[in-house]
């Protein structure tokens, strides 16, 4: 092995297995000698990199790239410029990793994508809406994972010009905004694609009295409400929206939504749907939907759990749209699924999560798996790509950090799932995530995010702290809160604290590394309210938070108002001030109950 001067001492270039990349590669071998970088570790710009492009190159897949390291010359090979882009990444990412060696190792990497398609999707309408400046920054960091679709989820914050009064305090994204954005993706090889949803949670705009007569029901089913499908008047409705939306992207597709109609048929439409039935209402609804998305030249997408629920009507879809098979659990059952869209040869993309809404801080295990089972099915399958979900749902308690590993590890998996399933996730989130020089940041959130495990509840969907905050007057021992115990939450509690001890040695190498330590702090601190409402709960009489001793409550009620106010500041540092009164206000509910 060739020894290299740097910064006065002689080092050794790295070996193989101290080389990760996010995501690795699907093949790299090492060459004989190094590569000596510049001091500030950069490639010395006599030696490369040479980009080669050149569609001919037939033996390169689309996207994909060989990147050749020797210890005199750097050269890219592509068929398209996107190999080309993500092949500078990856080169990018060797050069950070070797910069204070002050030299890398020879190689040869021959690296090309699963999916065609891997995408985000970001929820910007429970209440969070990120400031431009956040979403730059992510949009940054995805292009670095080789993610090439993002979507932002959209119910009522886009500036529609003829609906003010329904996105006037939640800080909307204008077109404009979106112009820049879609121009900034672009030359990042991101497609934004435009995101509306279009039957079902509808409630921002249904509860209102000018758009109540389009609504399925007059009150909402939970927290959701649904457009009436045999109301003609809902499909002028949509169309209004889509021509003010969709001119400001460039993509050719257009996410409708049209998931978890819960409320279909129990309304006006109940007379049609017992005599059609209530798939055949959906798919006759869903179907108009079609006809005005490719009136306007998009290919639709749309969420495929309503028609799983009628298997019999998938082979009547049309192969010109796609659709979104969602799922966020470890045992989703993404392979029975994706076959029913498969064998009808219906196009479709899977679409795990990242676990980290409803959870306070994640929920590491079940992200692991649920995006693993989604890229070993979508592929066995052939569907066209993956969609890695990141909702907020009651409020978007979770800070944005705690979403970057099911983010990341969901790229990597996307990318090539033989090479990065197993991935040290802890490892290259500090590698190049976090970029914490003292390498613990990543293992702090993994392991924050898998204190919900320790409670020794894990329901569906959320972790039991986030629900314990969320919904307080909801009984104990039933539903989603049995087997809550006091044992189980001082585990969870006393883990909480050995690992946000952790905090005090990170060193993140980011202008917001501040902020990011706050993050993690304050999710620690919510999850050690949590704990501690817990047990007082589990020890008063009948469970009620009203019943919880005069003292207890009050220190509580302190505690919640120190965390209300770091939450605040926290969310301002990221995101709008539009939404976050309703977000605070779920917190405001729970300190009502300390009151008495």
């Known amino acids: 092995m060739v020894a290299v001067l740097s910064r006065g001492k002689m080092r050794r270039p790295?070996?193989?297995?101290?080389?990760?990349?996010?995501?690795?590669?699907?093949?790299?071998?090492?060459?004989?000698?190094?590569?000596?970088?510049?001091?500030?570790?950069?490639?010395?710009?006599?030696?490369?990199?040479?980009?080669?492009?050149?569609?001919s190159m037939s033996a390169i897949p689309p996207q994909g790239y060989r990147l050749v390291v020797t210890p005199a010359q750097v050269v890219v090979e592509a068929r398209d410029a996107a190999g080309a882009f993500y092949a500078q990444g990856t080169l990018r990412q060797l050069t950070k990793l070797h910069a204070e060696i002050?030299?890398?190792?020879?190689?040869?990497?021959?690296?090309?994508?699963?999916?065609?398609?891997r995408g985000v999707l970001l929820d910007v309408s429970r209440d969070k809406v990120p400031t431009t400046g956040t979403l730059f920054r992510l949009i940054d960091e995805l292009a670095s994972w080789k993610i090439n679709r993002l979507q932002l989820y959209i119910e009522h914050t886009f500036a529609y010009?003829?609906?003010?009064?329904?996105?006037?305090?939640?800080?909307?994204?204008?077109?404009?905004?979106?112009?820049?954005?879609?121009a900034y993706c672009r030359e990042r090889f991101i497609e934004l694609v435009p995101n509306q949803n279009s039957f079902g949670h509808m409630e921002r705009w249904l509860k209102r009295p000018e758009y109540a007569e389009l609504a399925e029901v007059a009150e909402p089913a939970g927290e959701t409400?649904?457009?009436?499908?045999?109301?003609?008047?809902?499909?002028?409705?949509?169309?209004?929206?889509?021509?003010?939306?969709?001119?400001?992207?460039?993509?050719?597709?257009?996410?409708?939504?049209?998931d978890e109609t819960v409320d279909l048929g129990k309304g006006r439409s109940r007379e049609a749907v017992e005599r059609r039935g209530r798939g055949r209402v959906y798919l006759e609804f869903l179907?108009?939907?079609q006809a005005l998305v490719k009136a306007r030249g998009r290919r639709m997408q749309f969420w495929g759990d309503i028609v799983l629920e009628h298997?019999?009507?998938?082979?009547?879809?049309?192969?010109?749209?796609?659709?979104?098979?969602?799922?966020y659990e470890a045992d989703h059952p993404f392979d029975a699924q994706g076959a029913a869209f498969a064998e009808a040869k219906v196009p479709y993309q899977v679409c795990p999560g990242t676990s980290a809404w409803l959870s306070l801080a994640g929920r590491t295990t079940n992200a692991l798996r649920n995006l693993e089972a989604a890229a070993r099915s979508g592929l066995a399958h052939g569907a066209s790509g993956m969609l890695i979900t990141d909702w907020g749902d009651n409020g978007h308690w979770q800070p944005l950090p705690v979403s970057y590993l099911g983010l990341a590890y969901g790229a990597a998996l996307a990318w090539c799932r033989e090479t990065n399933e197993g991935l040290d996730v802890a490892r290259v989130l500090d590698a190049h995530v976090f970029r914490d020089r003292a390498g613990v940041l990543g293992e702090l959130a993994r392991d924050l995010g898998d204190v919900y495990r320790d409670t020794g509840v894990q329901p569906k969907n959320a972790s039991v702290l986030a629900l314990l905050m969320l919904?307080?007057?909801?009984?104990?021992?039933?539903?989603?809160?049995?087997?809550?115990?006091?044992?189980?939450?001082d585990r969870a509690e006393a883990r909480v604290d050995e690992v946000a001890a952790r905090l005090g040695g990170t060193r993140p190498d980011r202008d917001d590394a501040s902020l990011l330590i706050a993050e993690f702090a304050l999710a620690a601190d919510m999850m050690r309210h949590a704990c501690r409402l817990g047990r007082a709960r589990l020890r008063a009489p009948g469970g009620a938070v009203t019943a919880i001793g005069p003292g207890v409550r009050t220190a509580l009620a302190d505690d919640l108002r120190t965390i209300i106010a770091e939450y605040q500041r926290v969310w301002r540092s990221r995101?709008?001030?539009?939404?976050l009164r309703d977000s605070v206000a779920r917190f405001e509910s729970l300190l009502t109950l300390y009151s008495g």
């Open 287 to 289: 179907e108009k939907i």
């Open 14 to 55: 790295p070996t193989d297995e101290r080389i990760e990349l996010l995501p690795r590669p699907r093949r790299m071998r090492r060459g004989a000698g190094a590569l000596g970088l510049d001091r500030d570790g950069s490639v010395p710009r006599a030696v490369g990199p040479e980009v080669r492009i050149d569609a």
């Open 575 to 579: 995101n709008r001030e539009g939404g």
């Open 102 to 117: 002050g030299a890398m190792p020879a190689l040869t990497i021959d690296d090309a994508p699963d999916f065609a398609e």
């Open 225 to 258: 409400m649904s457009l009436c499908p045999i109301d003609p008047r809902a499909i002028d409705f949509l169309a209004g929206l889509y021509d003010d939306l969709l001119p400001h992207f460039t993509s050719k597709t257009f996410n409708v939504g049209c």
């Open 471 to 489: 919904f307080p007057e909801r009984a104990l021992g039933e539903g989603r809160l049995a087997g809550l115990s006091v044992e189980g939450l």
């Open 311 to 327: 298997p019999e009507l998938i082979p009547e879809l049309s192969t010109d749209l796609l659709a979104l098979l969602w799922g």
């Open 161 to 182: 010009r003829s609906h003010p009064a329904v996105w006037t305090d939640a800080s909307p994204l204008t077109g404009d905004e979106i112009e820049t954005l879609d």
